[in-house]
């Protein structure tokens, strides 16, 4: 079984409004007064070769020319970037040394493994 074409960029197209105010504008005592939020979508992560996932990490879409790249950010403030494939394997490392790893983790889902850390991404998989 391959992740199809439109495995990642359905989930990636998602991201799209998963960030930030709904009404789009915000006074100012409402911007003083709530926290900062991460942008983005919440993700699991296991994070420095841990076991255990958590809802840690954020995932946000942008475009790269003709390119769509997701960036997985960590509550530390490190990321890490993809780019989304067309050739059926769904994401692929965009910069860095360490290759993105991508394994099917259930009917909705796809996990992503670069060196030590591990992401879950909501997905649709599909046989091609």
Same mark, same amino acid.
């Given at each position: 079984?391959?992740?199809?074409?439109?495995?990642?960029? %359905?989930? #990636?197209?998602?991201? %799209?409004?998963c960030s930030g105010r709904s009404d789009g504008q915000a006074g100012d005592d409402a911007a003083a007064a709530a926290p900062a939020q991460k942008p983005g979508l919440a993700i699991a992560c296991a994070r420095a070769g841990s076991a255990r996932f958590s809802q840690d990490c954020t995932v946000e879409q942008s475009a790269a020319g003709d390119a769509v790249i997701l960036t997985l950010r960590h509550s530390d403030g490190g990321f890490r970037r993809l780019k989304v494939t067309q050739d059926g394997h769904g994401v692929? %490392? #965009?910069?860095?040394?360490?290759?993105?790893q991508v394994t099917i983790a259930g009917d909705r889902e796809i996990e992503?493994?670069?060196?030590?850390?591990?992401?879950r991404l909501p997905a649709t998989v599909g046989a091609r």
């Open positions: 079984m391959r992740i199809s074409e439109s495995v990642c960029l %359905a989930g #990636a197209l998602a991201l %799209a409004g692929a %490392a #965009a910069d860095g040394a360490l290759p993105a992503i493994a670069i060196g030590p850390d591990r992401y």
